[in-house]
């Protein structure tokens, strides 16, 4: 009787998430033809997509392997180029034009994983990525990368840019702290890489404007939070917009990424079976 019951809720669950992918589907496309035809083609949203860990392990903060693999395959099978952040600022600074279908990958914390998992992936399709470092922990910590991997996806064009040395929410601490994490990890960056970071990620996405402006006194060129969006013209180029992409759709965090930006994830494919 129980589990008779339970299908019965599992059967009408499914019927109504298949009709709102259908309704989404219908939505999409009716939305990316009007764009195409109403805005000049130079003017595009790029969206940025969030990760943080690849792998197997059961954490929210995860996306597994092989749905990474789906989501990199899906990415490449529906024409989508991964820019670096360079290609983003001199487009929204100077107009210059992207590739078709643009999309930046971008990873925060500098795990192990991104090196082990989600390159292999990447490679395979020619995409390169931006993954942001808590410095003090790259070769400190064996969850993280150590500098020759960081080297090495450096050489294959990945990019990399600063988290803070200590992954410090900047509006937690007090002016100098919040200095000595941006220069700290900045200069750290150029002794092992042999160039200062130009772009900031920061750390639980926390920031004010107090922040943004010690951020660009510190030399970066723009940074990034975890505020939900699509980057574009109008864009604070210090507290650039992206997309979060997490492990399970039945995670409440996962649900309401896709309430709120349903039509692009699915757009983007990230809506999954
Ligand atoms: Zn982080």
């Not at 989600?118 to 020619?126: D, E, N």
């Not at 400190?140 to 090495?152: A, G, H």
């Not at 980057?231 to 917009?241: H, I, K, R, T």
Request: with cysteine; charged share 20%.
């Amino acid at each position: 009787m129980k589990s008779g019951h339970r299908q019965t809720c599992t059967l009408i669950a499914v019927i109504v998430m298949l009709l709102f992918i259908a309704s989404t589907v219908a939505g999409t496309r009716a939305v990316v033809a009007g764009r195409d035809q109403d805005k000049p083609p130079s003017i595009v949203d790029i969206p940025i997509l969030n990760y943080h860990k690849v792998d197997t392990i059961h954490h929210s903060l995860s996306v597994l392997p092989e749905n990474f693999e789906k989501q990199m395959a899906y990415l490449n099978d529906n024409g989508f180029h991964t820019i670096t952040p360079d290609q983003l600022m001199a487009y929204l600074k100077f107009g210059k034009p992207l590739p078709e279908k643009p999309v930046m990958i971008t990873f925060d914390d500098g795990y192990l994983d991104n090196y082990a998992n989600a390159f292999p992936s990447m490679k395979k399709y020619g995409f390169t990525g931006t993954i942001f470092l808590v410095t003090a922990k790259i070769g400190q910590d064996q969850r993280f990368m150590n500098w020759d991997q960081v080297r090495e996806m450096q050489q294959a064009g990945f990019v990399f840019g600063s988290h803070t040395a200590n992954h410090t929410a900047l509006t937690k601490v007090d002016a100098a702290q919040a200095e000595a994490e941006l220069v700290g990890s900045r200069d750290e960056m150029e002794r092992q890489l042999g160039q200062k970071p130009r772009y900031f990620a920061y750390p639980t996405g926390t920031y004010n404007l107090q922040i943004e402006q010690a951020v660009r006194q510190a030399g970066y060129r723009a940074a990034f939070t975890v505020r939900y969006g699509q980057v574009g013209p109008d864009s604070d180029l210090y507290a650039l917009e992206r997309i979060p992409i997490f492990q399970s759709e039945n995670t409440f965090r996962s649900f309401f990424i896709r309430l709120n930006g349903a039509t692009l994830l699915e757009r983007l494919g990230m809506i999954r079976n």
